[in-house]
């Protein structure tokens, strides 16, 4: 493992070489290992391991079976069984997620009796404005900065090298330009020396990045968008058996005595688009001003919304947030894997990332390493 500059890397060469250690590309690569062990491979990431400043470490971290496509709710649990178990600790914890409603839907019940375990809960909400609950008992909440450590961790256990603190730059043939990056004494960011290593297949698993450095390094055009995502702060009490919240497609993830928000992605941002803030009775505030939108509408059905609770910020750097991938150009796309030509694939999380993920990842692993397995197909 290579974490900064002052280590030599003189490598030139490798079978598979992931860009990107975030959730997925880590995940790809310890699959790639696990199934293939003879290939050499290198993980890079223009960051530390969990990188700070990308979407792996602000997701919300929510696993329900209500967020699985028709026809893939086996690769889901699948996805859902390898958090539970053999990622290490990922601080996963079971516990339900409740969908309130205007109006019932199939398998609902009144919100008053879904929640009445759960006053801390109940008492966000104005039940006249909600009054129905779709209860998933199968949810979980799970940390995906912690799935990228200890996926990548495995990974190198696993023989997989892997290089801290390096911007990838794709090209043709298979080259990778590595910028080792190193910080000067006014904490300026600089590039303190360039290698090339050549590949046979390179997986771009950079997250929103992903898809301008194969437009950019490959010439490839691809359909694929960002969104920039906040994630504010709520600071009503829970406790560590509290449900996640879902309503108006804003997810209340208990956390840390509070509730993270984690709002709905309705579509893809404008390209050069730059977030704003926006304001609140006329006072400026950190959170952008769609994001903004979204929350007054549903101060009515959740009035803690309003209170002073809800951390607006002063500026965007105050309300975390972070460019998040959007397979397809959707936020409804599910992740996916997508060959560029012959040396190139583009790995893409999205807003599903968090229910299947990791079986993306591992189909991915799969077809690299030429094997069959699937290992949420039924047998024959």
Do not use: K
């Given at each position: 493992?290579?974490?900064?500059v002052?280590?030599?890397?003189?490598?030139?060469?490798y079978?598979?070489?992931?860009?990107?250690?975030?959730?997925m590309?880590?995940?790809?690569?310890?699959?790639l290992?696990?199934?293939?062990?003879a290939?050499?491979l290198?993980?890079?990431?223009?960051g530390?391991?969990?990188?700070?400043?990308g979407?792996?470490l602000?997701?919300?971290?929510?696993?329900?079976?209500h967020?699985?496509?028709?026809?893939?709710?086996?690769?889901?649990?699948?996805?859902?069984?390898?958090?539970?178990?053999?990622?290490?600790?990922?601080?996963f914890?079971?516990?339900?997620?409740?969908?309130?409603?205007?109006q019932?839907?199939p398998g609902?019940?009144?919100?008053?009796?879904?929640?009445?375990?759960h006053?801390?809960?109940?008492?966000l909400?104005?039940p006249?404005?909600?009054?129905?609950?779709q209860?998933?008992?199968a949810a979980?909440?799970?940390?995906p900065?912690?799935?990228?450590?200890?996926?990548?961790?495995?990974?190198?256990?696993?023989?997989?090298?892997?290089?801290?603190?390096?911007?990838?730059?794709?090209?043709?043939?298979?080259?990778?330009?590595?910028?080792?990056?190193?910080?000067?004494?006014?904490?300026?960011?600089?590039?303190?020396?360039?290698r090339?290593?050549?590949?046979?297949?390179?997986v771009?698993?950079?997250?929103?990045?992903g898809?301008?450095?194969?437009?950019?390094?490959?010439?490839?055009?691809?359909?694929?968008?960002?969104?920039?995502?906040?994630s504010?702060?709520l600071?009503?009490p829970?406790?560590?058996?509290?449900?996640?919240?879902?309503?108006?497609?804003?997810?209340?993830?208990p956390?840390?005595?509070?509730?993270t928000?984690?709002?709905?992605?309705?579509?893809?941002?404008?390209?050069?688009?730059?977030?704003?803030?926006?304001?609140?009775?006329?006072?400026?505030t950190?959170?952008?001003?769609?994001?903004?939108?979204?929350?007054?509408?549903?101060m009515?059905?959740v009035?803690?919304?309003?209170?002073?609770?809800?951390?607006?910020?002063?500026s965007?750097?105050?309300?975390?947030?972070?460019?998040l991938?959007?397979?397809?150009?959707r936020p409804?796309?599910?992740?996916?894997w997508?060959?560029l030509?012959?040396?190139?694939?583009?790995?893409?999380?999205?807003?599903?990332a968090d229910?299947?993920g990791?079986g993306v990842?591992?189909?991915l692993?799969?077809?690299?390493?030429?094997?069959?397995?699937?290992?949420?197909?039924p047998?024959?």
């Open positions: 493992m290579w974490a900064h002052g280590q030599p890397f003189a490598e030139t060469a079978d598979v070489v992931v860009v990107g250690a975030g959730r590309g880590a995940f790809c690569a310890r699959e290992r696990r199934l293939a062990p290939l050499r290198l993980l890079v990431e223009e530390g391991l969990p990188n700070e400043e979407a792996t602000l997701a919300p971290g929510v696993w329900s079976a967020d699985a496509p028709p026809g893939r709710e086996a690769e889901a649990a699948w996805t859902r069984a390898q958090l539970a178990g053999p990622l290490g600790d990922v601080q914890r079971a516990a339900p997620l409740v969908r309130l409603t205007a019932p839907t609902s019940r009144p919100t008053a009796e879904a929640l009445a375990a006053p801390e809960a109940l008492a909400l104005d006249a404005a909600l009054p129905w609950a209860v998933d008992p979980a909440t799970f940390r900065g912690a799935v990228a450590l200890n996926a990548a961790q495995e990974a190198v256990r696993l023989g997989a090298d892997l290089l801290l603190n390096t911007r990838a730059c794709p090209g043709g043939g298979g080259e990778v330009t590595l910028e080792r990056l190193s910080v000067t004494n006014t904490h300026e960011v600089v590039v303190h020396e360039r090339v290593v050549r590949a046979a297949q390179v771009i698993a950079a997250g929103a990045a898809a301008a450095l194969a437009e950019h390094g490959l010439g490839v055009h691809t359909a694929h968008g960002r969104a920039y995502r906040q504010p702060r600071e009503e829970s406790t560590e058996a509290s449900p996640t919240l879902r309503a108006g497609g804003l997810t209340l993830r956390q840390a005595g509070g509730w928000l984690a709002p709905a992605i309705w579509h893809r941002d404008p390209q050069g688009y730059v977030p704003g803030g926006g304001a609140l009775t006329g006072v400026p950190g959170l952008r001003r769609e994001t903004l939108e979204d929350l007054v509408a549903l009515d059905a009035p803690a919304l309003a209170g002073g609770g809800l951390g607006l910020g002063r965007l750097s105050d309300v975390p947030g972070a460019w991938a959007l397979p397809h150009g409804d796309a599910p992740p996916l997508q060959r030509d012959e040396t190139h694939t583009l790995l893409l999380g999205g807003p599903l229910v299947l990791l990842a591992h189909g692993a799969a077809a690299l390493a030429g094997v069959p397995e699937r290992p949420w197909a047998a024959g």
